[in-house]
């Protein structure tokens, strides 16, 4: 288990969603300000690699410098106010999730319990034992 | 800009993210131990929407209650000891890309016009005189 790797992965995953959130932003501030360019900037995002930021960034450069730029003020700002409140949030919603779906996966088979003794064991996972 | 709303996704998404991390992690470990395992996880995983954590979580249970909790077990493990690292390391990728960005456009801009300014017209009408 490579935890650095896996940091470095989700640095980067999220990043490129931030990326993504600050584009979005951007294409609802200039609805009202130059509809035309935000049609034309939801149309490019539509069919660039949004999933690499940094991709999706160099070519909205070399296309619409000005918005890139805007993009890029704007993925910094969001990051600045919303990263540090991320490790606690992911953190607690993995464990609460984890508890509710054994809540439920218990619950079922409990439920579950008699109907399952009653059936013959048939099913043998490969390579077990 | 609603940050609030932003933060809530990103959470989500970095979730989503650390579950599919969990899934390879036992993936290879079952490589080692149960390939025949390892390729029905790889292989329902492929099919199975590893977008919404949760909703694969919930559908493994029900397919494979062992690995469900194995995976959910592993993607807290994982949350526990990445978390906290990842708003420093996304805040400074993101300034740094930044930084790389506009640095290579200006180059690009700056190249670009000594090229323009300097290229004397040097064309002569062949056959002139």
Chains 1, 2 share one sequence.
Do not use: C
């Amino acid at each position: 288990m490579d935890l650095k790797q896996i940091a470095k992965d989700t640095a980067k995953v999220m990043s490129s969603y931030l990326t993504y959130q600050a584009m979005r932003i951007v294409v609802s501030q200039l609805n009202e300000t130059n509809p035309p360019l935000a049609y034309w900037l939801q149309n490019f995002s539509a069919t660039a690699n949004l999933q690499n930021g940094e991709a999706y960034i160099e070519t909205l450069l070399q296309e619409k410098p000005d918005l890139a730029i805007r993009i890029m003020t704007v993925r910094e700002h969001i990051a600045e106010e919303v990263t540090e409140f991320l490790p606690e949030m992911v953190l607690t919603g993995i464990m609460q999730a984890n508890i509710d779906h054994r809540k439920r996966y218990l619950e079922r088979a409990v439920t579950g319990l008699p109907l399952l003794d009653s059936t013959p064991e048939t099913e043998t996972e490969p390579g077990s034992g």
